[in-house]
């Protein structure tokens, strides 16, 4: 039963897609990164995003900074 169980995970792993679509925060990884090292929040980066007319939620900024910093 063991070996079947194995067998399907293996199965599963071979034809799941990783689905990666870069996110729009990478393109200012740089500066978002400075910026958070300085002590700027994930609201007052979302406000400076905003700023330069990218429109993303203050969550999706604390995540990218979860995942980056």
């Given at each position: 039963m063991e070996a079947a169980a194995a067998a399907l995970k293996a199965h599963t792993k071979a034809i799941r897609k990783k689905r990666y679509q870069p996110s729009q925060l990478d393109r200012y990884r740089g500066e978002l990164l400075q910026l958070h090292q300085a002590g700027?929040?994930?609201?007052?980066?979302?406000?400076?995003?905003?700023?330069?007319?990218?429109?993303?939620?203050?969550?999706?900024?604390?995540?990218w900074l979860q995942k980056n910093a």
């Open positions: 700027v929040t994930a609201a007052e980066l979302q406000r400076w995003l905003r700023a330069k007319k990218v429109k993303v939620v203050w969550s999706t900024v604390r995540r």
